[in-house]
């Protein structure tokens, strides 16, 4: 089977989850807009509007660009037209409707209303995001070609370093190593104020400063508009660098974070940095289908308390409250490893695991790594050198 043959069968299978989960839910129809949830239900980016009955096949209401050749394409104008068109092709309209009600302003989202004559909308962001968190074959061979992509670029970052660089200085070469790389540059998250460039560097006392965007660590950045990741200060012997950046190599994304130092650091460096790769040793024992999502942030919190490293994790000035995140073609896809979390692992989730610490005048150490959730436990996909490098 070829390439297009599989990307063809597996929009069927996301098709088919798609309405089957709709008719669960006693939901009628559902329209999506933004462009995550359209690539994933057609394979390419366009202006307009999906539509799927919770029965048939699905239609493609299309702005731009022109000359696309789906099987039921109608280009309109404005979403007013949707009703009309269905109504021509004698279908009635849904009483009840599905509408990424998260994202979509509240115009666009009483505009596809008024279109439908209805008043309420269940949402379709959460709907989305689930079923986009459990991954098929087809999306795993994606995920795994990315993860060999990342982990080729991390073994080229200490050939790109020199002495006297700054955060900055760095986190550029391993950008262009990125590009070169097949990197698509930016990448998706999900939610307001998450603005990133294709990742973060977090070098010496920079790793503590807060930030507020809700990712791991902070960082002071380089102008108030995008106050994330590396400022522009001199990397100085003794600090340790935490290289976070994205694995965008396909559209379904890998998260990887590995440390570097300059020259030798300081001993509770080390020891937290070994906790770090210890909590992720100690999680693919006992992670699997069924495991909580809370039981995966409260052993490696078990485990910094019995080290007595708790004013170090997960930041110092500002601590975040969780240990990791699923991924897809959002960076911050659902599950999410929260004490509070209800979820369970399910096979075939993809999740990064991102225990870190924050070592006050000497930067943030720790590891991230990708996992996918298998039948009986979890495979690692991003495979690389774990322990603190030296420059």
Known sequence: MNNKEALTKDLEIRCSRLQKAMQAMEVEA??????????????????GY???????????????????????????????????????????LPKTLLLETDVLSF??????????????????????????????DFELEQVRACARK????????????????????????????????????????YGDNMDIYMGSLLAGENAEAPS????????????????????????????????????????????????????KTLDIAYRAHQVSIDIHNHIMD??????????LYNIPMEMVVKNSLEPYFMGTKQQAKFVGHGLGLEINEPPVLTPRSKELLEKNIVFALEPKFV?????????????????TG???????????IEL
């Open 50 to 92: 999906y539509y799927l009955p919770a029965e048939g096949t699905p239609i493609h209401f299309i702005k731009r660009p022109e000359g696309i050749a789906f099987e039921n394409t109608i280009y309109i104008r404005k979403p007013e037209q949707i009703a009309e068109e269905l109504q021509n092709r004698g279908m009635s």
């Open 107 to 136: 115009g666009e989202c009483a505009r596809l209303m008024g279109t439908f004559n209805i008043t309420k909308a269940a949402n379709a962001s959460t709907f989305m995001r689930k079923i986009r968190s459990v991954k098929t």
């Open 359 to 375: 070592i006050p005048e000497v930067g943030a150490v720790g590891i991230e790594n990708t996992y996918v959730v298998t039948e």
């Open 30 to 47: 559902c329209v999506l807009s933004t462009s995550v949830n359209v690539f994933y239900m057609t394979g390419m980016v366009y202006n």
């Open 378 to 388: 979890i495979e690692k996909l991003t495979v690389l050198e774990e322990g603190i």
């Open 212 to 263: 507020p965007y809700d990712y791991a660590l902070g960082g002071a950045g380089s102008s108030p508009t995008l106050p994330l990741g590396a400022s522009g200060q001199r990397i100085e012997k003794g600090q340790t660098i935490m290289v976070d950046m994205a694995g965008n190599y396909s559209p379904w994304m890998t998260d990887m974070t590995r440390v570097f130092s300059v020259g």
């Open 286 to 295: 006992i992670a699997k289908p069924g495991t909580g999502c809370a039981e």
């Open 150 to 189: 990342h982990e080729a670029v991390y073994k080229l970052i200490p050939s790109v370093y020199r002495t006297g660089m700054t955060d900055i200085e760095l986190q550029i070469e391993i950008e262009k190593l990125m590009r070169l790389h097949g990197s698509m540059g930016i990448f998706r998250s």
